[in-house]
């Protein structure tokens, strides 16, 4: 069938609302207004007020009542608007979310999961547009998603609530209006490994989440001069999928990672470390990396260009590693 | 929606009066034993003993049920305790041994018991708020009859979770239990130094939640106005806001040189100790006698000897266990 990213999602919140009684979606604006990215468009109306709460602006309070309420046996699925706003529930993601079950000694879990937007190119502005999932990637306790396709936009939602631990799904911006044909059937997918989107000898591509069209992209551009890229899509930041990372490497020699968040302390110099620690003398060339600017991001649509990854950039660096013969 | 409840009527059966004299003398022995044992280096970190503020833990707790959940700060031990963690699991938690109630990961500022729904145990200021209310949101979906009891001290009234918090329990009608012990200090910052309105049960019923003060160094006070509130947050009225006025003896933690109050305060408070005012007003009665006090002595040092020995004898997780319970042990794929 035809979908929408947003409608896959919508259609596993629908799913995990018939599914489980104890489910509930929670957050700003996702009921009467139908979610602030539409992706919670006629749930209010389908299910009603209780189990599709609309919350005041407080993003510690219902974070914190998620976290509650996940203890206290239910299920609940809480939408943060943006990354950006998720830093005002910082202490109750990492002090307890986090930390409960460990500092418990295993006696409380805490299965919530929390959907956020992510990601820039949209004209937002800095204050919602940042690439933060590599933050949350650092803390251990959480499990990080990152859906990148309709089949995992349709299918992570239902395995993440059968997780017993705290899971994070972000969702790229840009992403909910890709269209696409989606299988009638589609459901529940692993959320443990990462995917390969288009299989290459020459040089690896990892990226995740909204930049995979992206270099998909330049991918195609790469093949119509000769290289041969494979393109790989984590799927899960935390904890990564070494051996998909690493079995990719082996096979192609070089890799280029692609990361919307900025180059300092991010997720691609966690996988750059991986790679090198790991599988130095697979490698013909350095591990390139193509993130943001190291700006706050701008509004003006061509300086937003000039600060995120676009597929020129990925190309160039690409070109570079393969020209880099061992 | 404010006011103060009436002081103790000291017309409670005497039994029960005695039994709250017990619950107090526990977990001020069990503290006492902490600060000697911290002094001789047996147990670390950070020790904040609640000492003076007895008669509130001992007043709240007594009106809760099994069912009900509490939800702590970091001067929890007494909570923790009358909550029915056995001391001994409290005090081989501070040992940081694995007979602890959290395995030794937790210590003094964490304690967790998922038997007597003791959720902790929370070092952030004002961050267990949030979970209360969200504890007592899943009971208000699931239809069931119970109520979640939250401390935190005064100080907690200036962090923004304790505005959203009660906001939020107020908005969704959640049966919470705030109980904020009012100190009169966070760590070293007195009230008046920290906050443009100081009646903080006037602040709470700002968001529509019915509050009272009650005397902190009185427990019957705080028994009875934490058996009205229960009842009322239990028979479906919303949540329910407690100030008591209490005090502690002690520094804020034993790093604390305590240079921000006057020793003679400290000891104009320590006149109106909660359990040698239950004891006088008992034995003025003669609800109480000596023969009754001793036992109650006695039955105290037993049980803290016990504990005492029990984490002595306790024994260290095997380090091969450090990663466990990051992740629970039944993740999907």
Known sequence: MKTTYREAMRAAIRDALQRDERVFLMGEDVGAYGGCFAVSLGLFEEFGPERIRDTPLSESGFVGAGIGAALGGMRPIVEIMTVNFSLLALDQLVNNAATLLHMSGGQFNVPLVIRMTTGAGRQLGAQHSHSLEGWYAHIPGLRILTPATLEDARGMLWTALEDPDPVLIFEHGTLYNVAGDLADDAGPVDISTAAVRRPGKDISLITYGGTLPVVLDAAARLAADGIDAEVLDLRVLRPLDDAAILGSVAKTHRAVVVDEGWRSGSISAELSARITESAFFDLDAPVGRVCSAEVPLPYAKHQELAALPTAERIVAAAREAVGARG | ?333
């Not at chain 2, 036992?295 to 984490?311: G, L, R, T």
Request: some cysteine; overall charge negative; charged content about 25%.
């Open chain 2, 1 to 333: 929606m404010t006011g103060t409840s009436s002081r103790g009527t000291g017309s409670a059966e005497s039994g029960h009066a005695r039994h709250l004299l017990h619950q107090m003398l526990r977990v001020r022995r069990l503290e006492e034993q902490c600060v000697e044992l911290y002094s001789a280096a047996k147990i670390r970190g950070f020790l904040h003993v609640y000492i003076g503020e007895e008669a509130v833990a001992a007043g709240v707790m007594s009106t809760l049920g099994p069912d009900d959940a509490v939800v702590a700060t970091y001067r929890e031990h007494g909570h923790a305790l009358l909550r029915g963690v056995p001391a001994g699991a409290i005090l081989a938690e501070m040992y940081g041994y694995v007979e602890g109630c959290c395995r030794g990961r937790g210590g003094s500022m964490h304690l967790f018991d998922a038997a007597t729904r003791f959720y902790g145990g929370n070092a952030i200021v004002a961050g267990g708020l949030p979970l209360a209310v969200g504890l007592a949101l899943a009971d208000k979906m699931s239809g069931r009859s119970r109520v979640t009891a939250c401390f935190f001290g005064e100080g907690a009234v200036a962090e923004g979770a304790f505005h959203e918090s009660l906001n939020l329990a107020a908005l969704w009608q959640l049966p919470v239990l705030f109980c904020c012990e009012n100190n009169l200090y966070a760590m070293g910052t007195a009230l008046a130094r920290s906050e443009s309105q100081t009646d903080i049960a006037l602040k709470a019923a700002g968001y529509e939640i019915a509050s009272w003060s009650a005397d902190g160094m009185d427990v019957l006070a705080v028994e009875e106005a934490a058996r009205r509130a229960v009842d009322a947050v239990r028979a479906g009225g919303g949540p329910h806001f407690l100030e008591l006025r209490t005090y502690r003896f002690r520094a804020h933690s034993m790093f604390d040189p305590e240079r921000y109050r006057e020793k003679t305060e400290v000891s104009r408070w320590m006149e109106r100790d909660p359990i040698n005012s239950l004891r006088n007003a008992l034995e003025a009665a003669g609800q109480l006698t000596e023969k009754d006090w001793k036992s109650i002595q006695q039955d105290v040092e037993a049980e803290v000897k016990a504990a005492v020995e029990f984490a002595e004898a306790g024994t260290l997780e095997p380090v091969e266990d450090l990663t466990r319970f990051v992740y629970s042990e039944r993740s999907p794929q």
